[in-house]
């Protein structure tokens, strides 16, 4: 990369199809995006992908001018790699090969995972934390060891945003479902202060240090057919749902000695699993930190950051390298930078 250039990352792993920009000492700027929002089912892949090849031109058009950039201001171009839906991560792999050529510019292959993590502890400033990573596709409890970011606890059937991006499509909520679950708790919380969670009981899936949630689902939406308030359902689903999760981190923040939990995924923009990360570290002496919103969820920046970060520690992808990968695992990258 040549000295004083920008790094552009291109995020296209699902619905999401992102570009963001951090400046030649790796500062973040905000992305650009256009997401899929199918008016009914969940995502269609190969419909994202042509979403994604669509707006390529317009939203590289548009980061470029946020700050005021061109083209030639870019000296290294990141794209997620993996894991993701194969059609989405074509089309952004196709894209950024195309930018690099086009400018002669190094390319970089990152782990969308990875860069959820990079980004949380560059925006937040912890050293060393334990990480729950809870999104669509993903819900896993992460911690470095030995050079690697070490998968300690995960779900072992769907995803906790997946799981609720069901549920609410269940019940006629577009995607995502997950904000809209969190508007409907809270309308029942305020309305029913006293409500007790025995009232709305559902099933508490922790094994060991793994989760799931297939079950936890399927018990929420028959409750609303046996006739429990659609508010209420949706306030005992996040409650025993995110009181897992946060169970798990608290147990791999005692297994591994640290002091710190960091939220990332597009579920950390929720407020009552920021308020029970929260009160857990602090019943531990402990500090819990969470991203803006606009990095927790899919975004080209955080793909831009890891990209730099990685291109600064000698690490470099070249077009025979750079084929997608959409089976990629969180601790399938080695930790090269600090
Ligand atoms: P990954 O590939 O990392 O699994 P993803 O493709 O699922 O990511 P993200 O943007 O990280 O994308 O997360 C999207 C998920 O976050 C969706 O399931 C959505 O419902 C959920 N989500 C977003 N906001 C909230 C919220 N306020 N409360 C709960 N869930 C939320
Ligand atoms: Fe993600």
Not at 37 to 46: K, L, N, T, V
Not at 72 to 91: E, H, K, V
Not at 301 to 324: C, F, K, P, V
């Amino acid at each position: 990369m040549v000295e004083g250039k920008w790094t552009l990352g291109l995020e296209s792993t699902a619905h999401t199809l992102s570009f963001g920009l951090v400046d030649p000492n790796g500062i973040p700027y905000a992305s650009k995006s256009a997401s899929v929002r199918p008016d009914e089912g969940g995502i269609h892949p190969r419909k994202a992908a042509e979403h994604h090849s669509e707006h390529v031109g317009r939203i590289l058009q548009e980061i470029l001018e946020t700050q005021d950039l061109t083209i030639q201001d870019i000296g290294l171009m990141a794209f997620s790699q993996g894991p993701g839906l194969a059609p989405c991560l074509r089309a952004g792999a196709a894209a950024a090969r195309s930018v690099a050529s086009l400018r002669n510019i190094p390319l970089i292959g990152v782990n969308h995972c990875v860069a959820h993590i990079e980004i949380g502890r560059q925006q937040c400033g912890c050293v060393d934390p334990v990480l729950l990573y809870a999104s669509g596709g993903n819900t896993q409890i992460i911690a470095r060891l030995e050079g690697r970011y070490r998968v300690l606890g995960e779900t072992l059937d769907i995803g906790i945003g997946n799981m609720l991006d069901k549920f609410a499509r269940v019940h006629g909520i577009p995607f995502p479902g997950g904000p809209v679950i969190e508007k409907l708790a809270n309308n029942w919380v305020e309305e029913h202060p006293d409500c007790s969670l025995v009232d709305y009981s559902l099933p508490y899936v922790v094994q060991g240090m793994d989760l799931a949630f297939s079950g936890l689902l399927t018990a929420a939406v028959n409750m609303v057919s046996r006739g429990a308030p659609l508010e209420a359902v949706c306030w005992s689903l996040q409650e025993h749902a995110f009181a897992a999760c946060i169970e798990v981190a608290e147990r791999a923040l005692a297994h591994t000695g640290k002091d710190e939990l960091l939220l990332g995924g597009g579920v950390a923009c929720n407020e009552r699993l920021r308020n029970m990360s929260e009160i857990m570290c602090q019943e531990r002496g402990g500090k819990s930190f969470v991203p803006a919103k606009m990095y927790c969820i899919d975004n080209g920046t955080m793909i831009a950051r890891l990209g730099w970060l990685e291109w600064q520690s000698g690490r470099e992808t070249s077009i025979i390298e750079s084929g997608i990968n959409q089976n990629l695992r969180t601790d399938d990258t080695p930790i090269v930078w600090a």
